[in-house]
């Protein structure tokens, strides 16, 4: 990436560096049923191991310059709460003298290894005493489990219907990371009964819902949509047929992500309740991670209206869509392998502060009175991209012992 330019009003000049590898190993514990038998909940333990010979180097020296995570996450908590714009001023004074030369703040220069598990920020660990919704350190894109003893401790309910009185409802997900409701101090089984959670704009749209994508009612048809719940997204995602192929010698059907799912409001009006009111192909999920302005895609902008990305300067734009798809055997349902494909996105531009006069604390120090990064374009701009490929009728290799640290 560009930082110096694009502080200057340039666009992004973006080169991919990839692909690192994990392995992601796993299981389920705490599992119970209700005394019925109609809900299965349950808490998963996993961990990730790098696969060196798959990967282009060592993700621990291998650095990248990227959007700086904490200032933008810092920033939209400021810019939601009466702080308002805040944010940018008490980041840069909060940075000691010494401390890492991020430019600006906006950008940073990493290790691929910290961007993927997580980075000690000195603003954030500052601001983190004042402020409790900001964490004493970013976290990192993935989480490892070290043991099964840490799940029990760090772990959330998942709960799913097992179909046992109603075939139809096979796997569909009942409970998401304790949301029902309130479930954090919820004993399981039972839950207090409960169908929804404040994320999005209607009670509708928060209900948490749809298949977890092991398995579907048996006779899936070419027709069918098959409803997943998508945890990245934290909302079901819609899955209409594409094709029909053979898959180790058993007939699948391939399902995709319905186009009408990334449409703006002004297209299709239902989405307004997930916030879709920008451009057509992403996914908001802003309202998941606290307001940072978040949106996630298929990789390389690929379906994504070309008017955000028409003067960037960066990998070939994949024209041919390459997007998440789950492959069904259509009798019994069951689903024998997936492949999902995102791209993380965050929207930046210029950070306007307050004039005077306008907030309740008196202050003279022009710091709070400016506009941050002025000639910093509003844009969308990517950060990485993952595939993730599950296969049920392919033996994995034997599982290794989990890392002692990430």
């Not at 899936?220 to 180790?248: E, H």
Request: aromatic letters at 12%.
């Amino acid at each position: 990436m560009n930082p110096l330019e694009m502080l200057e009003g340039a666009a992004p000049a973006i080169r991919e560096v990839g692909p690192f590898v994990y392995y992601n190993y796993g299981k389920v514990i705490e599992a119970n049923w209700t005394s019925d038998k109609t809900v299965l909940s349950y808490k998963k333990y996993s961990y990730y191991v790098f696969q060196p010979d798959q990967s282009v180097g060592d993700p621990e020296h291998i650095n990248i310059t990227s959007i700086n995570m904490p200032y933008v996450g810092i920033n939209a908590i400021f810019m939601r709460s009466d702080l308002k714009s805040f944010g940018p001023p008490l980041m840069l004074k909060s940075y000691p003298p010494g401390s890492i030369a991020d430019v600006d703040k906006a950008f940073t220069t990493r290790s691929v290894q910290e961007l993927i598990w997580g980075f000690d920020d000195p603003a954030m660990q500052i601001l983190h005493s004042a402020v409790a919704d900001i964490p004493g350190r970013y976290p990192g894109f993935l989480v490892n489990m070290t043991s099964p003893e840490m799940a029990q401790w760090k772990a959330k309910i998942d709960a799913m219907y097992t179909g046992v009185d109603d075939i139809q409802k096979i796997r569909v997900m009942h409970t998401y990371q304790d949301q029902i409701g309130n479930l954090t101090s919820c004993t399981l089984p039972p839950c207090p009964p409960s169908t929804w959670n404040p994320t999005w704009a209607t009670v509708e749209a928060s209900r948490i819902r749809g298949h977890d994508g092991g398995a579907f009612p048996p006779g899936v048809k070419a027709s069918d949509t098959l409803q997943m719940w998508i945890p990245t997204y934290y909302r079901p995602i819609d899955f209409v047929y594409a094709r029909t192929r053979t898959l180790k010698g058993v007939s699948v059907f391939d399902f995709e992500p319905a186009p009408y799912e990334t449409y703006p409001s002004i297209v299709r009006p239902e989405n307004a309740q997930y916030y879709q009111n920008g451009s057509t192909g992403f996914y908001n999920i802003s309202g998941v991670l606290g307001q940072i302005p978040t949106y996630m895609c298929a990789p390389r902008f690929a379906g994504v209206d070309p008017a955000v990305y028409k003067d960037y300067l960066m990998f070939p734009v994949d024209h041919e869509p390459k997007p998440t798809v789950i492959s069904v055997e259509p009798r019994s349902g069951f689903s024998l392998a997936a492949k999902a494909r995102a791209q993380l996105n965050v929207r930046i531009g210029p950070t306007r502060g307050i004039p005077p006069g306008t907030y309740p604390v008196p202050r003279t120090n022009k710091i709070w009175n400016v506009t941050w990064f002025p000639d910093l374009r509003e844009m969308i701009v990517p950060v990485m991209w993952a595939e993730v490929e599950v296969c049920h009728i392919v033996c994995s290799p034997p599982h290794p012992t989990p890392p002692a640290t990430n």
